[in-house]
């Protein structure tokens, strides 16, 4: 049989989406690279020449699953009724929703992700992450700023920050991850939302917002997205 020749960017999508099917079926930690180079009939080689390493593999795809998410919710980025703030809640809203459907699926990394060892690799991931968010967001506050609604500076700066604020809970969501299935749990989840919910105060004050404002966890929320399997 001849050799099928692909694309680069092909060949490269189709390694990721091995990739991805492989760390939701039996966990990030038990994948690996051999597992993936088997799962696309692709030669050791050829993996190299597109990935050095198995975190940057999720680090990649933590990119396209931000930048399908973006994809998800132009509507709301788009729709010429929502006003700048009735926009970023929207995106909020939106936002939580996407995690409590995808929770299943994304568990097995998150997983890993929020143990202490891997710290080097949940900031890597969240820098990517962050790349892919931050235009979508500065576009809504530069908005908001034109209008009067938000008082900032700086829109994309301001972006930064507000997404930033997301790693102060890291170590709130490893707690909760940690503690799920256990008498536990649910004092873990609810020191979460409250976390979450200080995490939106700040977010305000950043925007020159009431506190309030803005919703970033409603009840139920963590838990909906703690007991996923």
Do not use: W
């Not at 929020?114 to 890597?124: D, I, K, M, Q």
């Not at 700066?157 to 909760?176: C, D, H, K, P, Y």
């Not at 404002?213 to 139920?220: A, D, I, Q």
Request: hydrophobic share 45%; aromatic share 6%; glycine share 6%.
């Amino acid at each position: 049989m001849p050799r099928v020749v692909k694309h680069p960017e092909a060949r490269k999508s189709e390694l990721l989406d091995c990739a991805q099917a492989l760390f939701f079926e039996h966990g990030y930690e038990r994948t690996t690279i051999n597992d993936i180079i088997k799962r696309a009939g692709i030669s050791k080689g050829g993996f190299y020449h597109h990935f050095s390493s198995k975190e940057e593999i999720l680090e990649t795809l933590g990119v396209r699953l931000a930048q399908k998410a973006v994809e998800r919710i132009k509507d709301v980025l788009e729709d010429p009724e929502l006003d700048p703030l009735g926009r970023l809640n929207a995106f909020l809203t939106r936002s939580r929703r996407m995690k409590v459907e995808d929770a299943s699926m994304l568990r097995a990394t998150f997983d890993v992700l929020f143990r202490p060892e891997n710290s080097v690799l949940y900031h890597r991931l969240n820098a990517a992450l962050t790349r892919v968010m931050v235009p979508v967001l500065a576009r809504i506050i530069a908005q908001g700023q034109a209008e009067g609604v938000f008082n900032t500076p700086d829109p994309t700066a301001m972006a930064e920050i507000v997404l930033q604020l997301g790693t102060s809970t890291q170590n709130a969501v490893a707690r909760a991850i940690e503690a799920a299935g256990t008498p536990q749990a649910a004092a873990a989840a609810d020191a979460l939302e409250e976390r979450l919910r200080l995490q939106g105060i700040a977010a305000d004050r950043i925007l020159g917002l009431p506190d309030g404002t803005l919703v970033f966890v409603e009840p139920g929320f963590v838990q909906a997205v703690m007991t996923a399997r």
